[in-house]
């Protein structure tokens, strides 16, 4: 029975050959950040306040530009239909859309950002990298815009691929490969096996149709990838898009003062899910100092090791606008599809709800750092 995303987690696990199941799961070298970005929700102690009319509980509120109807934003993440190969990014925006929630499609995705327009209408983003080619990340924007995405999240805390040890240790690679060292695992997951079979390959879709026929999501990486990206790409990107403009993976509280002289609209706190600098701190530790920083110029959004609705409340008590989660939709991506997506939106927002309702604190708004109880 799936009661939590710890639930779905499972049911990926028995779906997905281990080395893509560890590719969701993994973090960067020993995966302190992984574990900590969840661990430290736990150790935030509530304090609860009774006697409160909570009949109506009120989870509506803005970000992004636009009105939701719960304080979720599906992360980017790369590559969905390795995750399902039947079902894929659509499966997840569609998921979204149902729930009243933004949906945010990687500049690495499995389906191009024209075919996931197409598959709903409802509020989308488009994460980008600045590729060392300007004109591919000009053209890309462009086809952002005319494709309905409202705002644009730029990824900077991957300057160089974070080191993720399951990856070599599995032999993984994009598509999975099937051979003697992999067989075991293949051979004990037929489902997921036959669906990558009978299915077209997993591609960085959005580039495919680039001369030279981008070969693996990878190799695309490695050409494309530019360490010499600063402060003043960001604003050339900000001048470039006159939609939404988020910055994703910020840390420190000066990093979110360049971000706002950059022009960003949302201050995205992220590491990346751990999957990069490990030991950063985890991201509801990094909160206070940014919000504070900040002082309501910009929206914060915070992501990293949201598990549970109370992780929610915990993260607006401290001053983001919304979080957003990765892996919670990806394992019920994995383990049953747009169901599965469904299913996670589902526990967080009832989570949420109920946990607003015991704390006493009906509506977002009421959500404050007097909810803990040191
Ligand atoms: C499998 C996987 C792929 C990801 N791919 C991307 C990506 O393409 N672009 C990006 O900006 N972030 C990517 N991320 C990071 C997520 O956007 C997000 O920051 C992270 O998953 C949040 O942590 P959580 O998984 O604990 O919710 C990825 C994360 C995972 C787990």
Redo the contacts with the bound molecule.
Sequence with gaps: MITSIADLREAARRRLPRMVFD??DGGADDEITLRQ?AERFRTLALKWNVLVDVQRIETETTVFGQTVAAPIII????SSRLFNPRAGEPAVARAAHKHGVIYSA???ASTSIESLARETPGPKLF?IYMWKDRGLVREIMQRARAAGYTGIIL?VDTPVAGNRERDPRNRFSIPPKVNLSTATQALGRPGYMLDLATTPPVRAANFSHLPGAVGSIVDFIDQQFDRTVTWRDAAWMREQWQGQFAI?GVGAPEDAEQCIAAGADVIWV?N??G?QLDTAAATIDLLSPIVERVAGRAEVVL????RRGGDIAKALALGAKAV?????Y?WGLAAFGERGVDRALDILTTELRRTMALLGRPRLSDLMPDVFAR
């Excluded at 992360?75 to 790369?78: E, Q």
């Excluded at 992501?303 to 949201?306: F, K, Q, V, Y």
């Excluded at 957003?324 to 919670?328: K, L, Q």
Aim: glycine fraction near 14%; charged fraction near 15%.
């Design positions: 590719y969701i970005n992360a980017p993440t790369a990687s500049t690495l994460q990824t994703k992220s990346h899910g999957r992501d990293g090791g949201i957003a989660i990765g892996r919670p990806l």
